[in-house]
């Protein structure tokens, strides 16, 4: 939701910035600095929000990894549980021993597959979150450089 926010004051900013009055044979634009701050206001007052949601997502991530870690340890215990019951018998003993190697194997597996999976869901999220962090400074930078060239003008 508060990306959708983040895009709509952005897209209001660019409609305000490209429907500014134009200054005859310049290609310059007249633009009211106050609202150009308010704008900015905006974007700042957003923009913790969607680098709260990407530590939300990792520590979301991790909690899920460290679940799975705890599923696997408890696996491989009620494998060497089970197998220490057995110890009498040689022929079930062989068997456990053979299936808490395969429980473990595949717990790890499975934890490692969730890790990478984490990792590039997470990824993604702070990908996207540096493109629209670029497109706000590149943005900002550039009307910055406007009323810059528009002000050593007067």
């Known amino acids: 939701m508060e990306n959708l926010q983040l895009d709509g004051v952005l897209q209001q900013f660019e409609d305000f910035v490209n429907n500014a009055s134009r200054v005859p044979l310049t290609g310059k634009i007249l633009i009211d600095g106050d609202m150009i701050l308010e704008y900015i206001e905006r974007i700042k007052a957003l923009l913790p929000e969607e680098m709260r949601q990407a530590r939300d997502v990792l520590n979301q991530s991790d909690k899920l990894l460290a679940n799975v870690e705890v599923q696997g340890q408890r696996i491989l215990t009620d494998a060497k549980d089970r197998a220490n019951q057995l110890v009498g ?14 429980l473990q194997a595949n717990s790890e597996m499975a934890a490692q597959e969730l890790r990478k999976e984490s990792i590039i869901y997470s990824d993604d999220v702070l990908q996207q979150l540096e493109i629209n962090l670029e497109k706000i400074i590149f943005s900002v930078k550039k009307n910055r450089d406007e009323l810059k060239n528009f002000n050593v003008g007067k």
Request: hydrophobic share 20%.
């Open 89 to 102: 018998e040689t022929e079930v003993y062989r068997e456990a021993v053979k299936r808490s190697e395969e």
